[in-house]
């Protein structure tokens, strides 16, 4: 029986470039595409596909917010990320979001393959390169402090921020100096910037 797959990614001629080399492979059926995660989301839930391979950046869902969605809806749907961003910050939150297998874009056809075979069969695969890197530094930042980074590495004001979230602006600035004290940034333009460097936001 054919692994049935959903693919997720949102610019379109890397999507039809993946579609097309996955089609290429006799025990893989491509059930449905999306150019986002809510799209994405709803596929799964309406086919029930084996794998769903994912980007992490994406609109209006992320991969990693995609896999946790699926996790929290109780799917048995199997998530893989390809991705460019080899950042060991992303393969952490990968794994904490349940995701399966963790691929770069630049790794070789053969190796995709394998990896959604092994994932649909109920294994894991992760790069091995970010395998090995996966034993470097630790998100300090908890998820508060990560969203409230965010809004102001976008540029957000604390106001802007208290607003979006629905926290005072005090707490905001809590939050904010919390996250810059542990990266041990000037202010919150670095501690972002230091943040997206490790792919912890």
């Not at 300090?140 to 590495?153: K, M, N, S, Y």
Request: a neutral charge.
């Amino acid at each position: 029986m054919a692994i049935r797959i959903v693919l997720a990614e949102d610019q379109a001629m890397v999507r039809g470039a993946l579609t097309a080399l996955l089609r290429l492979e006799k025990d893989f059926a491509i059930v449905g595409e999306a150019g986002d995660g809510r799209a994405a989301l709803q596929l799964v839930m309406d086919l029930r596909p084996d794998i769903v391979l994912t980007d992490i950046e994406m609109a209006l869902m992320s991969g990693l917010d995609l896999a946790q969605a699926i996790k929290t809806k109780g799917l048995s749907t199997r998530v893989v990320i390809v991705t460019t961003f080899g950042r060991v910050g992303y393969l952490r939150r990968a794994l904490e979001h349940n995701v399966c297998g963790y691929l770069l874009k630049d790794a070789p056809s053969e190796q995709l393959a394998n990896a959604i075979r092994k994932v649909a069969a109920g294994g894991r695969f992760i790069d091995p390169e970010l395998a090995v890197a996966g034993w470097g530094d630790d998100d300090p930042l908890t998820d508060r402090e990560r969203q409230v980074l965010a809004l102001a590495g976008d540029g957000k004001s604390s106001v802007e921020i208290a607003k979006i979230i629905h926290l005072s602006e005090g707490t905001v600035r809590n939050y904010l100096s919390e996250a810059i004290g542990k990266l041990g940034a000037a202010n919150r333009v670095e501690a972002a910037r230091i943040a997206r460097q490790k792919g912890w936001l």
